[in-house]
């Protein structure tokens, strides 16, 4: 076995050496080696099933799967925790299989390692492409020393559904803001090189429409036009791939009828359109699940149908491993599908510099404490960044001096605030507020005060998370630090393992006592601040919202919550997140979104005969884009003027107050009329995040092309077509004066 490997490596290494032939070459040279089999397995992906440092496993489906690692049939692995681990299974692969093609380990790396920084849905409030693409390498960096080199993000799939768990996860409702985050977060863990010891493969996920689940219903139907599909679907993805992401993933839900994984238009616009050329992964087990779906009468066909979409890999549905092979015998499956497939996953390999050295990712190995990591303070400037002032009427920042009641659910939580998709991190290893706030203000001042009990039962990954809605035990705690107090600080909201994968709800309301704590709470103490920590928007009461002093949205803010969020509410830097999702007054407007169309009753009228509901307003609780900060920022009237081929957009905004803000200034567009259909009222075609001193001011100018005017049509054409344009620039999507101009 080993001699065979040996020298195909050396013969390998050196023509490519004496000839520097291209990873085509190379790859090609591998491929002839293998039989079907061998191809098959590098189509074949296991989760991380056994402790690779121990004894092999014997027995069931672990032991299966150790037999199929040392036949050379499998490419790939994920979930796999730790360098020694990482190197005992390549060590299989390398020196016990006939050809020693390495493994890719791969993880999903989603908002960092060990040390986490907030959700993506909290970065994406930051509105700063930078420090996303920071964030994005600090977690390749921290990864790749524990072995990985593939990373299953950034999630890009646009949602404007609250109700969907997996929100969380993404950059929100905007495909421009979504396609500018997913490049960075591409360039973030891909680095300039792949064959970087630092870098790890990226993949854009899931393929495709993922994000439009009907109720909001993880797993479930998706049906978009087509105009959608192109103009607000697709774009993420397309710049995901315009970045150079290395991977693609396929979703789990079907696209108008067919399931994505089995979807040939998919791939086709994926492979041929767009002309991708890394490797398609299924999601786990979603070549599998079409059997669910009933587009699969058993897994063979679910392998045939899978292979002939192009899906380049299978997770975990055991499929390709099974009867790909024989369907390429009986002539099923051509073998060239599978040629293309095994020549992405060999490219990515050898990319990766795996080929060259297999063991390249083994070499750093280290561990950090997450709260000191190299990495933490980048992950407490995102979270400071990230958390949005929904309402501030002068009472933060607080002062040292102001005795305060620090009370409720989430202030000593160390583990919430990691979120659910924090696969490789330890549980409780986030700082808490109370230990933020310490940090920040010293304990004099400070009663502390959790209250009644927030969940019940285990908390982790696969279970629900059991909320307490009875018990108020604890309550009066709550209520007599409050009472003797001259502020009281409520941190509450949802569990981090309340939103994520499987995580849909009905309801977005404060979960459990939470409601029935703040008013009692009310009762008795007029100055209330409430920071909210949720991995989704979530609905407030209007009581609620109009009694409290101010409001501030923590997300979930990872590892160095804690401290980022004191130094919000000391005043130690002004908040400057803004929404990349709207906030819905209930549940009942959803999905409601600011790039709506105008429909033809836009209204308000007399009569009845509008778009409106009887029992309450179309207007969101807070509109997209929107966020305070400790001063006020004031925008001139926009200005539009022709330029040539381009537009000139500008407006004077000035810091009218006594603090220094980061100022996130959007630029909006409305075309009045398309042929390829109605247009959004608004659509977001530039951002600029500018930093003002006190009183300082700023003419703030956008070059608009025709391009960023275009439309995508169902044949996948960028489509520019002169006429009427309105333009904002405003500080959230639903202000600012508009300036019209005739795009001659
Ligand atoms: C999960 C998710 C996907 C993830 C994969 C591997 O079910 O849908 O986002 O990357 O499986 O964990």
Redesign the pocket.
Request: aromatic fraction near 24%; hydrophobic fraction near 55%; charged fraction near 30%.
């Given at each position: 076995m080993k001699k065979v490997y040996l020298l195909s490596a050396i013969l390998v290494a050196a023509s490519a050496l004496a000839q520097k032939q291209s990873t085509a070459w190379r790859v090609d040279s591998v491929l002839e080696l293998m039989t079907l089999e061998e191809k098959v397995g590098q189509m074949n992906q296991y989760n991380g099933f056994w402790n690779a440092t121990g004894p092999a496993p014997v027995g069931g489906d672990a032991a299966t799967k150790y037999q199929h690692l040392r036949n050379g049939w499998v490419g790939s692995v994920?979930?796999v925790q730790g360098v020694e681990e990482v190197r005992a299974m390549q060590r299989v692969a390398v020196e016990e299989t006939r050809l020693g093609i390495p493994l890719i380990f791969g993880c999903?790396v989603i908002h960092g390692y060990k040390t986490l920084s907030p959700v993506p849905l909290a970065e994406a409030a930051s509105w700063d492409l930078a420090a996303i693409e920071k964030s994005a390498r600090n977690a390749a960096e921290e990864a790749t020393a524990y072995g990985l080199n593939w990373t299953?993000a950034p999630?890009v799939d646009i949602s404007r559904d609250p109700r969907w768990g997996r929100i969380m996860e993404g950059a929100g409702e905007d495909p421009f803001l979504g396609s500018r985050i997913a490049e960075a977060r591409v360039h973030g863990f891909q680095g300039s090189a792949l064959n970087d010891p630092l870098s790890m493969a990226a993949c854009a996920?899931?393929f495709a429409g993922y994000g439009f689940s009907e109720a909001g219903r993880d797993y479930n139907t998706v049906d978009v036009s087509d105009y959608t599909l192109y103009n607000v679907i697709y774009p993420p993805f397309q710049a995901a791939k315009k970045a150079g992401v290395a991977t693609f993933?396929n979703s789990?839900n079907t696209l108008n009828g067919i399931p994505a994984t089995g979807n040939q238009a998919l791939a086709s616009v994926l492979k041929e359109d767009w002309g991708f050329e890394g490797v398609l992964v299924s999601?786990?087990g979603s070549i599998g699940e079409m059997q669910a779906h009933g587009y699969a009468e058993n897994l063979t066909q679910a392998t045939q149908q899978a292979a002939t979409a192009r899906c380049d890999m299978d997770?975990e549905s055991l499929a390709y491993v099974q009867y790909l092979a024989a369907l390429v015998r009986e002539g099923e499956i051509s073998e060239s599908i599978v040629d293309d497939a095994v020549r992405r996953v060999l490219k990515l390999k050898f990319d990766l510099g795996l080929m060259d050295d297999p063991y390249r990712y083994c070499k750093r190995p280290g561990s950090w404490e997450p709260t000191t990591s190299p990495w933490s303070a980048d992950a407490q400037d995102l979270a400071e960044k990230s958390a949005v002032l929904l309402k501030n009427n002068g009472i933060l920042p607080l002062t040292k001096k102001q005795a305060i009641a620090l009370v409720g659910p989430m202030v000593q939580e160390k583990n919430s605030p990691l979120g659910n998709w924090r696969v490789s991190s330890d549980d409780n290893t986030a700082l808490s507020l109370y230990e933020g706030m310490v940090q920040v203000r010293g304990e004099k001042r400070m009663a502390v005060a959790s209250g009644p009990v927030f969940l019940k039962g285990p908390i982790s990954f696969p279970f629900e998370a059991e909320i307490n809605t009875t018990d108020t035990a604890g309550l009066h705690s709550v209520v007599d630090a409050a009472r003797n107090a001259e502020i009281a600080i409520l941190a509450l909201g949802e569990h981090g393992f309340h939103s994520g994968?499987a995580r849909s709800r009905m309801s977005l309301h404060l979960p459990g006592v939470q409601e029935h704590m703040i008013r009692e709470v009310l009762k008795v103490q007029e100055h209330v601040v409430l920071v909210l920590y949720a991995g989704r928007p979530m609905i407030l009461p209007e009581d609620i919202t109009e009694q409290v002093d101010a409001i501030l949205l923590a997300w979930q803010p990872g590892t160095m919550g804690g401290p980022a969020i004191a130094n919000l509410l000391m005043g130690k830097r002004s908040p400057s997140g803004r929404l990349p999702v709207t906030f819905p007054r209930t549940e009942g407007q959803i999905p409601l979104y600011y790039g709506a169309f105008n429909t033809g009753r836009p209204g308000p009228s007399d009569a009845v005969f509008w778009s409106h509901y009887g029992d309450g307003p179309n207007t969101p609780a807070y509109p997209f884009g929107y966020g305070l900060t400790y001063s006020t920022v004031t925008y001139a009237a926009t200005q539009a003027k022709q330029m040539g081929d381009s537009i000139a957009v500008t407006a004077l905004v000035k810091n009218e107050g006594k603090v220094a803000v980061d100022e996130v200034v959007q630029l909006y567009a409305r075309d009045h009329h398309s042929s390829v259909g109605v247009q959004p009222v608004r659509r977001l075609i530039g951002f600029q995040r500018v930093t003002l001193k006190p009183g300082e001011e700023r003419m703030v100018s956008f070059s608009v092309t025709a391009d960023l005017l275009s439309v995508t049509t169902s044949e996948g054409e960028r489509l520019f077509e002169p006429g009427t344009f309105s333009f904002w620039v405003a500080p959230h999507s639903a202000a600012g004066t508009s300036a019209s101009l005739d795009w001659k």
């Open positions: 994920l979930n999903d299953f999630m996920k899931h993933m789990f999601d786990w997770m994968e």
